[in-house]
Structures are given as structure tokens and as C-alpha cells.
């Protein structure tokens, strides 16, 4: 083989491999958009989600289109048999470029029709009530400080009770 012969070949191997990996890659993308593949990747991630949060959570349906917009329809979630939060519908949109940042930006979260009561979970302190319907767009969420910056926030059709427990007194909200 001559000089020539061999940067042609090395050029069409680079070549051949980058196609391979572009159409691995663009395979890869695309089942995650497959409806069986969702569900199989959803459930394990509610499992995984409910092993690691001390709450059982369950949902019908889980659906995830792109860009990222995930919804979830007819979920429970439930600690030590006693329901926490149920409703119709939970659906996200995540803005892409932030998780290359490692951060989350939410291009809006919306609840419709989710019933709630957080018994005992909180230290003296009782949310119940049921959440018509709840949107809001939030960005920069940081889990370690448990912070978000909340843009916008719309609640219709809700009735939300807070009661706090202060030296054995009830105060409601």
C-alpha cells in the first residue's frame, strides 16, 4: 500500500465508524420513545424512586415525547398504607440544555386534579386539600439546598388546608 492508499483508508474507517455511531446513538434515542420501552424504564424508575423517597408510588400510564415532556396519568402515591397524594395527570416539560449543565429547568410542571394529605409526613404540620389545577415554570433547582426559583405560578380550582401543631395548639392556615 502506498502513502495515499493508507490516509484513504484511515479517513473511510473514521468515517465508517462515525456512522456507526450516529445510527447506534440515533437508535438508542429513538427507543426511548417507544412506548414499551418507556414503560419498562418508567416502572423501574418508580421503583427505584419509591425505594429511595420512603413512599410507594404507583401511576396507569407514563408517557415521555420529546423534547423530554414527561406525563404521568392516574397516579397514588402512598406511605406505609396510608395515600399521600392521587390525581388525574402530572406533566413536565424540562428544558434539554440545562441537564448538560447539570442543572433542572422546568419549562412548566402542571397538575389537574390531584387530591392530597401529608398526615404525618411533615413534623407538625398537616397539608390536605385538592389541587383543581396547578401550573408554574420554575428554574435552577437545586436538590441538595432543596431551592428553586419559582417564575411563574397559576392554582385554579383548589382548596388547600395548612394546619400547624405549636405547643400543642392548632393553627390553621
Same mark, same amino acid.
Given at each position: 500500500?502506498?502513502?495515499?492508499?493508507?490516509?484513504?483508508?484511515?479517513?473511510? #474507517?473514521? *468515517?465508517?465508524?462515525? @456512522?456507526?455511531?450516529?445510527? %447506534? +446513538?440515533?437508535?438508542?434515542? &429513538?427507543?426511548?420513545?417507544?412506548?414499551?420501552?418507556?414503560?419498562?424504564?418508567?416502572?423501574?424508575?418508580?421503583?427505584?424512586?419509591?425505594?429511595?423517597?420512603?413512599?410507594?408510588?404507583?401511576?396507569?400510564?407514563?408517557?415521555?415525547?420529546?423534547?423530554?415532556?414527561?406525563?404521568?396519568?392516574?397516579?397514588?402515591?402512598?406511605?406505609?398504607?396510608?395515600?399521600?397524594?392521587?390525581?388525574?395527570?402530572?406533566?413536565?416539560?424540562?428544558?434539554?440544555? #440545562?441537564? *448538560?449543565?447539570?442543572? @433542572?429547568?422546568?419549562?412548566? %410542571? +402542571?397538575?389537574?386534579?390531584? &387530591?392530597?394529605?401529608?398526615?404525618?409526613?411533615?413534623?407538625?404540620?398537616?397539608?390536605?386539600?385538592?389541587?383543581?389545577?396547578?401550573?408554574?415554570?420554575?428554574?435552577?433547582?437545586?436538590?441538595?439546598?432543596?431551592?428553586?426559583?419559582?417564575?411563574?405560578?397559576?392554582?385554579?380550582?383548589?382548596?388547600?388546608?395548612?394546619?400547624?401543631?405549636?405547643?400543642?395548639?392548632?393553627?390553621?392556615?
Amino acid at each position: 500500500m502506498n502513502k495515499g492508499g493508507i490516509t484513504q483508508f484511515v479517513i473511510k #474507517a473514521i *468515517f465508517v465508524i462515525a @456512522i456507526i455511531g450516529i445510527i %447506534i +446513538m440515533s437508535g438508542g434515542i &429513538a427507543m426511548l420513545y417507544q412506548p414499551s420501552v418507556q414503560r419498562y424504564i418508567t416502572q423501574k424508575a418508580l421503583v427505584a424512586l419509591s425505594q429511595e423517597s420512603e413512599f410507594d408510588i404507583t401511576a396507569k400510564d407514563i408517557s415521555l415525547t420529546f423534547p423530554l415532556k414527561l406525563v404521568i396519568e392516574d397516579f397514588v402515591i402512598t406511605k406505609e398504607d396510608k395515600t399521600i397524594a392521587q390525581g388525574e395527570k402530572i406533566a413536565a416539560s424540562i428544558y434539554p440544555p #440545562a441537564l *448538560f449543565n447539570g442543572k @433542572i429547568e422546568i419549562n412548566y %410542571i +402542571m397538575l389537574e386534579n390531584v &387530591a392530597f394529605s401529608t398526615g404525618n409526613t411533615i413534623e407538625n404540620t398537616t397539608i390536605e386539600g385538592k389541587i383543581g389545577y396547578l401550573r408554574g415554570v420554575i428554574r435552577s433547582i437545586d436538590l441538595a439546598r432543596q431551592r428553586a426559583d419559582i417564575r411563574q405560578f397559576s392554582l385554579q380550582e383548589s382548596n388547600i388546608a395548612i394546619t400547624t401543631k405549636k405547643d400543642n395548639k392548632e393553627e390553621e392556615s
